[in-house]
């Protein structure tokens, strides 16, 4: 699963380098494998960033059929 450390050292990470942030925005798959976390098959990852005055909303599919699939660490 995309465990909350992983998560935790993702965003540190993006705020000390913004090439870093700039890369996971353009790149997210290339990026989480590079740092050990492998999103499942066929998975879209989208990466967007908060601002001061922008706030991202995520609705999910409103399918009961809705799965969480977690990520793989390591």
């Known amino acids: 699963m995309f465990e909350a ?3 935790k050292h993702l965003i540190e ?3 000390k380098d913004d090439v870093f942030k700039n890369e996971l925005i353009s790149n997210p798959e290339k ?3 590079a740092v050990g976390m492998h999103p499942p098959e066929g998975t879209v ?3 967007v960033e908060n601002t001061i005055t922008t706030f991202t909303l995520v609705i999910p599919p409103q399918s009961g059929k809705y799965v969480i699939r977690s990520f793989g660490v390591g």
Do not use: A, P, Q, T
């Open 5 to 7: 450390d992983h998560y």
């Open 13 to 15: 990470l993006c705020w």
């Open 31 to 33: 990026v989480l494998k």
């Open 45 to 47: 990852v989208r990466v």
